[in-house]
């Protein structure tokens, strides 16, 4: 590794990911690149849809919760 380079900690499972895109992608190493940055940036979308959708779920819980005004 290159002077000054930072070690990464690599999930166990990077390299069976890996040959798994490489192979859908009939071992085109950037059509499965492209797939597998597609693929994390739809998980990345649905991640933040969930939480948008949990946040309003929580702020309605607290306006329901909320003590009546006297």
Known sequence: MADG???VEL????DAVTATYLREAGG???AA????????LAAL???ERQRTAQE???SRGY???A???A
């Open 45 to 47: 979308d649905e991640a």
């Open 33 to 40: 690149l492209r797939q597998a940055v597609a693929d994390a």
């Open 5 to 7: 380079a930072r070690q």
């Open 11 to 14: 999930h166990p499972a990077l």
């Open 28 to 30: 085109d190493p950037a």
């Open 56 to 58: 309003r779920l929580i």
């Open 63 to 65: 306006v329901r919760g």
């Open 67 to 69: 003590r009546p005004r």
